[in-house]
């Protein structure tokens, strides 16, 4: 899959396309079964399938301090797009600049003349443009005008709700990790490059490996039962530990991933680790005293025995 930074980068070479527009934040089975179709008009059209993506997303420029939690990544993103079968993806920058792009400046500047889309594959409640003026009547009209065709996806439901973003961080929050698999088509897992800390769980007699997260907020917050994906193949079970660390930090301002694997103790570190969510234990609290917050660890790896059945 080749990934295009900024329309400056999109080469004549690349059109004619099959493409597709949107956040695909988590990349849910609603996502999903846009890329599925883009994928089988891209393979019918003999024509390479094309994920247009902003970063940041809108809301994340516009309100940043009222934009969801991501779900996932850029990198993550990208694996699932891969994993779909996309070609090509054209991550566009969202400044100040596009924020004013009409909708038929959008259609003319990015679909016709930069990318020749030849067909477009968008949810059917998609919006675009200054002021949200773009909408799936409009993109018919200018795919008359302009030569490409346009088909919607239809939402996707579970259980009678429509499977959205938003759907997914509610049911994480609410610790229903079997729900939030039903809706994903996979456990939720965050990934990252295990770094060097204060070792205090060393200390603590539990090391940990602390992976950055690279995002100021995480959706999850709190002590979880977690398996872990080693680069090697190995999947470890473990207790895992994100949030504000409040026992030994007093003004920490980003979330940090930490993982005690059970029964491990070999050197993974700059290594990528693939951490996959299971259940929640509880929520992250502040202890009096250090002896305190091992003493509760050491109840979180009890229970955790218990969970992967771990004499």
Not at 32 to 45: G, H, P, T, Y
Not at 155 to 176: C, F, M, P, Y
Not at 214 to 239: E, I, N, Q, S
Request: charged share 20%; proline share 4%; aromatic share 8%.
């Amino acid at each position: 899959m080749q990934l295009v930074r900024g329309l400056h980068n999109v080469q004549p070479a690349f059109a004619g396309c099959v493409a597709t527009i949107g956040n695909f934040d988590g990349v849910h089975l609603g996502h999903q079964k846009i890329l599925a179709a883009l994928r089988a008009r891209s393979q019918a059209l003999g024509l390479p399938s094309c994920v247009i993506i902003f970063e940041p997303q809108p809301m994340e420029f516009f309100r940043p301090e009222l934009a969801p939690v991501r779900l996932t990544r850029l990198r993550d993103k990208l694996e699932l797009f891969a994993a779909a079968g996309v070609d090509r993806v054209l991550c566009i920058a969202f400044n100040s600049r596009f924020q004013h792009m009409s909708a038929q400046e959008f259609v003319e500047q990015v679909l016709v003349r930069a990318l020749g889309v030849r067909h477009l594959q968008v949810g059917d409640d998609f919006r675009f443009g200054c002021g949200r003026s773009g909408d799936f009547a409009y993109l018919q009209q200018a795919g008359q005008q302009h030569g490409f065709t346009v088909e919607p996806t239809c939402t996707v439901t579970l259980d009678g709700q429509r499977i959205s973003s938003t759907l997914v961080r509610q049911k994480l929050v609410e610790g229903d990790f079997a729900a939030v698999k039903r809706l994903l088509g996979r456990p939720y897992c965050i990934q990252g490059r295990v770094l060097h800390g204060q070792k205090l769980g060393r200390q603590l007699g539990v090391p940990t490996a602390n992976i950055q997260l690279k995002r100021r907020h995480a959706p999850l917050r709190g002590v979880y039962m977690v398996a872990a994906h080693l680069a090697d193949g190995r999947v470890l079970p473990g207790v895992a530990n994100i949030g504000m660390r409040p026992t030994v930090e007093q003004q920490n301002e980003i979330a940090h991933l930490e993982v005690h694997l059970l029964d491990f103790s070999e050197d993974i570190y700059g290594q990528r680790l693939v951490v996959e969510f299971h259940r929640k234990l509880r929520e992250e609290e502040k202890f009096a005293t250090l002896a305190e917050l091992q003493a509760a660890i050491e109840q979180d790896i009890a229970l955790a025995r218990k969970f992967w059945l771990i004499a």
